[in-house]
């Protein structure tokens, strides 16, 4: 009996007590934590010899939105102190999804990063792609309107230009990215064009900059006069488009004929007088040339972005007017062919009877 009842004691303590304490290890104190990754100097060498530093306390999360969070409630895989194998990265679906308990704000959108190209790089195993913390931060975390949040309108561009350093080059000399740094919010910054979590390749037909829908971004602010009279452009550009060959033929699908991209460039759009502008008099050449084998200078002139309606449009304009004119005359010729015709009937019948 006794050896009985010492068996499960011993049974208890060697299963159950563990795992209860287990379960509250769900709630590990922060001192526990501050034990080690309170000391300032608490840091690791990693094989590369870059230096990975777990200085890490109460006041780390102060003032972010997560700040009435314990550690383990993101870290909820560390269960036991010391924790004896290096945490996994946070998973912060385990509290932003839909229905839950803690208040953590979630919508679809949210939730779309799974389909995105990020989420699914991740999902195959690219370590490069971003986690929710590589656009949000991790323990600074601020409300998404907060300014000085990451993902704010003014500092996304730098929180992806992380990452893609090349296009964040480019786009910080454009004219969008000059705008934006001078704290002009109608500039487009990466998520204006790419969105936020529904960002797709440029190649998947998802994607808000697919080549057909490309013109549909740029059109987003450029049809706009409230936005482009602030900065004196016209937005006769976006109708003058549409109306052109390529816009029709954009519109019934064609990927091979020019968006505003193709003429304006992608991240390193600049006004046409910049001579770095690929749409400059200079360039013209070669950035029609790109699908006009042989375009000169010239090859743009009168042709794009003309206003039939308007004087200044020169040949264009006339030729309009005339076929116009033509046009009006050719009706009413029509028409009056029209009554006399009517006219010679009724008499002829009249004269019968
Ligand atoms: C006994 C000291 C000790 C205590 C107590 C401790 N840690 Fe750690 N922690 C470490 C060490 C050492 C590492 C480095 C592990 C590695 O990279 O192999 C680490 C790494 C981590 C990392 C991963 C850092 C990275 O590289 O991304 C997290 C997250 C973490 N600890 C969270 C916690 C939390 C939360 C607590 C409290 C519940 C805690 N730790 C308590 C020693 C400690
Ligand atoms: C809102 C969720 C959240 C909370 C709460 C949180 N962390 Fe973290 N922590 C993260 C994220 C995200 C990272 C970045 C690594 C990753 O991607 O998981 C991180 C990284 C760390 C690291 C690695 C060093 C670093 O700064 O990258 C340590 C150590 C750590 N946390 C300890 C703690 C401690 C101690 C607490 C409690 C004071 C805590 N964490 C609370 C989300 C959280
Ligand atoms: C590629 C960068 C990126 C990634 C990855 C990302 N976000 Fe976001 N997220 C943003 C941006 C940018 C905004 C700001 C939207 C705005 O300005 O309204 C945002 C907004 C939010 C918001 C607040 C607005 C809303 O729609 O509810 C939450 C909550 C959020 N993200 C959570 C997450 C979570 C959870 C994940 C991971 C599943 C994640 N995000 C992944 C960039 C990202
Ligand atoms: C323990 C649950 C929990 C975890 C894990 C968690 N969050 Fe949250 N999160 C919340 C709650 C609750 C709020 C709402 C706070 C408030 O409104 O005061 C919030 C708010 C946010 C907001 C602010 C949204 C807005 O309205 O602007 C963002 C962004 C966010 N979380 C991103 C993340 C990211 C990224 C991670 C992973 C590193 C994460 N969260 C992990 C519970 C959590
Ligand atoms: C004015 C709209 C606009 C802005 C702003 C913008 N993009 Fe793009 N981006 C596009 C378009 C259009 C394409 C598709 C280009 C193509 O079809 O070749 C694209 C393509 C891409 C691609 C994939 C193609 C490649 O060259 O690798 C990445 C990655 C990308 N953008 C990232 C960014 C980042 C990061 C920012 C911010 C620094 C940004 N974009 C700002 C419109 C924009
Ligand atoms: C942690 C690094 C990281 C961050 C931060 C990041 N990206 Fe990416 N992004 C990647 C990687 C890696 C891929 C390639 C995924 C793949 O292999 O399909 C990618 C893919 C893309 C693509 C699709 C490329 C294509 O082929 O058309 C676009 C567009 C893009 N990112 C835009 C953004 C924007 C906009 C932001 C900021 C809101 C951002 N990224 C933030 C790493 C990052
Ligand atoms: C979110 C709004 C927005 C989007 C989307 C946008 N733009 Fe702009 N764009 C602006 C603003 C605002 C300016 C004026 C900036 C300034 O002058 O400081 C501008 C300036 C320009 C200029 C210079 C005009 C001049 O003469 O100074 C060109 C060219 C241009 N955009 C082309 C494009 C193209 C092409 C696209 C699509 C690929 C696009 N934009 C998408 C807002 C936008
Ligand atoms: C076939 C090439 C081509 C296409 C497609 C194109 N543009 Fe242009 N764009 C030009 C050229 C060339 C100029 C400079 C000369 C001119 O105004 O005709 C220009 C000028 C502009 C200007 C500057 C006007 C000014 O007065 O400063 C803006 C803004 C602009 N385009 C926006 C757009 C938008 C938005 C689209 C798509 C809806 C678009 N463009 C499509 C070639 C193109
Ligand atoms: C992305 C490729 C592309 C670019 C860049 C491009 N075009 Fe086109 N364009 C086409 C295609 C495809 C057609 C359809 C028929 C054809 O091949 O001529 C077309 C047709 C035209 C037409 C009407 C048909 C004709 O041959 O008279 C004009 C005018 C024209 N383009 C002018 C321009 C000018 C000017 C530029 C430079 C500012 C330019 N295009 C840049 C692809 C492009």
Redesign the pocket.
Known sequence: MRKFLFAVVVFLGGVVLPGFARDA?AA???E??????GKPE?R?LLVDGAI?D?F?TGDSLKGSVHEKKG??D??FD?NE???R???K??TCTHCHYKGNREGAPQSDNVLAYFDSAHGKAIAAGNAKAPLCQDCHGSHQILKVKNPESKVSRFKVAETCGRCHMEIYAKYKTSIHGVALSKGIADAPSCTGCHGEHRIYAHTDPKSTVYPTRVSEQCSKCHASVAIMSKFGIETEQVATYNESFHGVASKFGSRTVANCASCHGVHDIRPPDDPLSTVNPRNIPKTCGKCHPGANANFAVGKIHVDAKKKESGIIYWTATFFKYLTICTMLALIVHIFLDMYGRTRRLRGER
């Open positions: 290890g590990i104190s922060l526990k934590c501050t034990l080690c990754h608490f690791k990975r777990l890490v550690c383990t993101c870290h560390v102190i010391p924790h194998e290096r945490p990265r946070v």
